[in-house]
T-cell receptor, first 115, second 118 residues
């Protein structure tokens, strides 16, 4: 596709449930990033992949959060036992490479609401 | 460690007036610096970037920013505001040299909402 796509665009769930958020990066981009944007805040880094492996997962808030990118393309962010504090817009970005300025292209985000 | 501070969560200007959005950064290594814009219900869009070439950087839609190392600043300006510039703007920093796991990630400021009055 032309840009980064994320599905679903909106997800409403109940506290304690499990959710999966999907990101389709730009074709050929080797690096993929997840960020979380809470209301009134700037995006906060969660994790990034170089190929299939997580190069930096230092931003994941706790072990309820996990992300995979098994074939080096599509990535899934998984959140177990959701809490109300997890409500936010989850942004995905991809870049051709991390070399140079590694310009990141962002998707429209998934708005997660935990009731 | 890197951090970004955007002074002013809200800026309001009249159409045709100068736009100035402030960004200060701290970084232990030479950074790359970025300005992104976010229109309502849309994804982040890159406005411009500083990557250690020219200190005055020109971006899309008439915006520009100047990297001032002595002031650790990267303020965004536009000479004449348009109604279509109303959006939220984010300054971000990234390590410029490889090494260490923090290389790839962007660190964002809190954002500045720009309102343009007719």
């Amino acid at each position: 596709g032309a840009g980064v796509s994320q599905t679903p665009s909106n997800k409403v769930t109940e506290k304690g449930k499990y959710v999966e958020l999907r990101c389709d990066p730009i074709s050929g981009h080797t690096a993929l990033y997840w960020y979380r944007q809470s209301l009134g805040q700037g995006p906060e880094f969660l994790i990034y992949f170089q190929g299939t492996g997580a190069a930096d997962d230092s931003g994941l808030p706790n072990d309820r959060f996990f992300a995979v990118r098994p074939e080096g393309s599509v990535s899934t962010l998984k959140i177990q036992r959701t809490e109300r504090g997890d409500s936010a817009v989850y942004l995905c970005a991809s870049s051709l490479t991390t070399a140079g300025d590694g310009r990141q292209f962002f998707g429209p985000g998934t708005r997660l609401t935990v009731l | 460690a890197q951090s970004v501070t955007q002074l002013g969560s809200h800026v309001s200007v009249s159409e045709g007036a100068l736009v100035l959005l402030r960004c200060n950064y701290s970084s232990s290594v030479p950074p790359y610096l970025f300005w992104y814009v976010q229109y309502p219900n849309q994804g982040l869009q890159l406005l411009l970037k500083y990557t250690s070439a020219a200190t005055l950087v020109k971006g899309i839609n008439g915006f520009e920013a100047e990297f001032k190392k002595s002031e650790t600043s990267f303020h965004l300006t536009k000479p004449s505001a348009h109604m279509s510039d109303a959006a939220e703007y984010f300054c971000a920093v990234r390590r410029a040299n490889a090494g260490g796991t923090s290389y790839g990630k962007l660190t964002f400021g809190q954002g500045t909402i720009l309102t343009v009055h007719p």
